[in-house]
Nanobody, 129 residues
Framework: QVQLVESGGGLVQAGGSLRVSCAAS????????MGWFRQVPGKERDFVAA????????FYADSVKGRFTISRGSAKNTVFLQMNSLKPDDTAVYYC??????????????????????WGKGTLVTVSV
């Protein structure tokens, strides 16, 4: 059974930092691109960042480029999103996703609306003024 479990969300002041994690199990990791997405109630889910299984290819949404960093743990089954210089507009539920059909992280960023293989349940990040 595949599981993606996010953790690390919380409340942080604007300008601060936070790291969220996604622990994956039940996956053949070499087959999957992993990514982070976020959603504000009443709005569509947006792409944030993605990474290939080796961890040497990443892609970011323009809104987070230079502030957020996606990485994989040494065991490859954990994906991190380090968020720096947080803004109130970054407030959202952050979701982890895995997909075996997209060939690259950039492809995940452009094709995610067609569906991902697996989603986590999300972790809430709140950035206060």
């Amino acid at each position: 059974q595949v599981q993606l479990v996010e953790s690390g969300g919380g409340l942080v002041q604007a300008g601060g930092s936070l790291r969220v994690s996604c622990a994956a199990s039940g996956l053949a990791f070499r087959r999957y691109v992993m990514g982070w997405f976020r959603q504000v109630p009443g709005k569509e889910r947006d792409f944030v960042a993605a990474i290939n299984w080796r961890g040497n290819n990443t892609f970011y949404a323009d809104s987070v480029k230079g502030r957020f960093t996606i990485s994989r743990g040494s065991a490859k089954n954990t994906v991190f999103l380090q968020m720096n210089s947080l803004k109130p507009d970054d407030t959202a539920v952050y979701y982890c996703a895995a997909d075996s059909r997209v060939p690259t992280p950039r492809a995940m960023g452009t094709l995610f609306k067609y569906g991902m293989d697996y989603w986590g349940k999300g972790t809430l990040v709140t950035v206060s003024v």
